[in-house]
């Protein structure tokens, strides 16, 4: 017996296996979309470099993707307090510990770190060359010399603050001082453009390309020791946060492979990041 298809029902058969196509097509993306999580971070880390290494090598690990959102770390723990991100990758430890005392991320993990580095003027008219980030700082206070501070909330920011404090409460940081409300970038841009002194992490320096006549002027302080952690948002807070693959991302980045990884990231030859998880 031969079924004979009219135009009108083949029409309809066409219709109907195109959207059948459509709906396995949606179901493929959004289960490829399901495989990704929000990770709020640092310009540090991001302008660094880093990331564009690290997260390929996770991803060919678990088949989860990682979608970088890079601001101040002040911000990105504030991303995490509003459920806004997945996991923190950020560098403020009392801000880190504080977050998750709070119950908005589940628990801090320590997974690598390098320093902050005091940049300037190769001709450093503030005469700031040396090993102690007090003794810099009021000599830039006292000669009233160009500082660009972040200005921003981020970890060096934070970091920066905690040195002036430690001046004494009130201390001045000079006529020069001016805050930029910008990134790593920007602000080493700007002191650059005006021979400026700046603090910054040593990982954005090193990939820094427009340094002009800037040169690190004081390093070795053990103030200037610069740790990074990395948490899980906390889903008892928000029900919404990718908590498998989040953790997924903690558990590979504290392993020794994530470890390694992060140990091999080098610029002309120089390891920006250090690895030290569970330390």
Known sequence: MTWNQSPASSTSMGRRVTLLALLCSAG?????????????STTSTEQSGLFPYLLPEFKKATGVDVKVVAVGTGQAIDMGRRGDADVLFVHDQVAEEKVVAEGFAVKRFAVMYNDFVLIGPVADPAKLKGNTIAEALKKVAASNAGFISRGDKSGTHAAELRFWKALGEGAS???GYKECGCGMGPALNMAAS???YVLADRGTWLSFKNRADLAVLVEGDKALFNQYGVMVVNPAKHPHVKV??????VDWVISPAGQGVIASYKIDGQQLFFPNAGK
């Not at 493929?28 to 709020?40: D, L, P, R």
């Not at 498998?244 to 991302?249: E, G, L, R, S, V």
């Open 28 to 40: 493929f993306v959004a289960g490829a979309q399901a495989q990704s999580i929000v990770m709020a």
């Open 194 to 196: 005006t021979g400026a």
């Open 244 to 249: 498998a693959d989040a953790q997924k991302f």
């Open 173 to 175: 940081k000079g006529a």
